[in-house]
């Protein structure tokens, strides 16, 4: 319970990696802990980068720090990698919204004013890195964390930045809140169209990583933000169990699920999933130059043989290559593709072994039609 968890702040405060150079670090500053790693430390979830707010100079701490640091000097933000891990160190700042949607404008502003412009209340809460490690939350976060409520910050909320809609969507299915109901209808009407297509993209991706991105694409389709593909929620399902797991843990999973969930190149998967390959060499050139993310979803949609795909057949080759062919006396051109294209099936098929095999084979293809 949050409560409990909140009596153990200080204790899993301690506990954070990294902590004791953020902390050494702060001797003098006003900084502090905001955000995500906040609400996990009262949920007792793991949390591994880390978001620190200073009201003040952020370059100055981010030097303190030490290891690597990229400035972004429009927020007045800088990325810190120390022993592994990444702390994001920003000037504490108040924002203002030219138009719906657009980016933000930034000045310098208190904590309080920054935990203000934030998406939703579980996170715009902060803790000091000096003295006590006292949880500054005034807008009701552990209150909401404890209901299990998700509620934006202020009306216009959404109107400001609509891709906080897409959040709401990722935050409620990791943590199975609900909505707050003037936030839900604040989100019902987002507008995404206002938002460039590359920042809904990324929310979208962030989204199909978690773990429960299924209950997250639900609630977008129940919000009218987006459509799901017919059979996209169960087959977020499948592709999330088969990249758990070899031979697809190499297929890029937050694409292949948000391809799943809003349809995505599942003409072609469907295609490939109707296939059954009388052989090995026939379902490698029928698999061959595909992505992977449309091998994962034919895949999920039952073609079995891929496994066999991925695992062996695209990576059988052969012992010859075109120069034992030209030494035997095959003229270059079509002919040295069409001996060695022979002597890969008949390898992949089983029919021949060896490099006497290969040549034999590859030689008699390559010499057919010859007059």
Avoid: C
Avoid at 13 to 19: F, N, S, V
Avoid at 93 to 118: F, I, N, Q
């Amino acid at each position: 319970m949050v409560g409990n968890a909140s009596d153990r702040l200080e204790e899993r405060l301690t506990a954070l990696p990294g902590i004791a150079r953020l902390r050494e670090a702060a001797a003098g500053a006003r900084a502090y802990l905001v955000g995500g790693v906040v609400r996990d430390l009262l949920l007792g979830r793991p949390r591994g980068d880390l978001d620190v707010v200073v009201e003040g100079d952020a370059a100055a701490f981010a030097a303190r720090l030490g290891g690597e640091a990229r400035a972004h000097e429009r927020f007045g933000t800088f990325a810190v990698r120390v022993d592994g891990l990444r702390v994001d160190v920003a000037t504490a700042r108040a924002e203002t919204y030219p138009r719906p949607g657009a980016l933000p404008e930034v000045r310098p502003a208190s904590l309080r004013e920054d935990l203000a412009r934030r998406d939703f209340t579980i996170n715009a809460m902060a803790i000091p890195l000096a003295g006590e490690p006292e949880l500054v939350d005034p807008h009701g976060g552990r209150e909401d964390l404890g209901a299990g409520l998700l509620r934006l910050l202020h009306a216009n909320s959404i109107a400001d930045d609509p891709t906080r809609a897409l959040r709401a969507a990722r935050y409620a299915a990791r943590f199975g809140f609900a909505l707050e109901p003037a936030s839900e209808a604040q989100v019902r009407a987002a507008d995404l169209a206002t938002v460039s297509a590359d920042r809904v993209e990324a929310e979208l991706r962030k989204l199909a990583a978690e773990e429960r991105a299924r209950a997250g694409f639900e609630l977008l389709a129940a919000w009218g933000l987006v459509e799901l593909a017919p059979d996209g929620a169960a087959l977020v399902d499948a592709v999330a169990k088969l990249s758990a797991r070899d031979p697809w843990r190499e297929v890029d999973h937050a694409e292949a699920v948000l391809a799943a969930a809003l349809g995505r190149g599942l003409a072609e998967a469907a295609e490939l999933a109707a296939y059954r390959p009388p052989s090995p060499s026939a379902g490698r050139e029928r698999a061959a130059g595909r992505s992977p993310v449309t091998l994962l979803l034919a895949r999920a949609m039952g073609a079995a043989w891929l496994d066999d795909y991925m695992r062996s057949w695209r990576h059988v080759g052969l012992d010859i290559g075109g120069g034992d062919l030209l030494a035997a006396g095959i003229e270059e051109g079509p002919a040295i593709g069409r001996g060695l294209a022979a002597a890969l099936r008949a390898k992949l098929d089983g029919e021949i072994s060896g490099r006497e095999e290969e040549l034999r084979v590859a030689l008699a293809a390559a010499r057919e039609g010859r007059p």
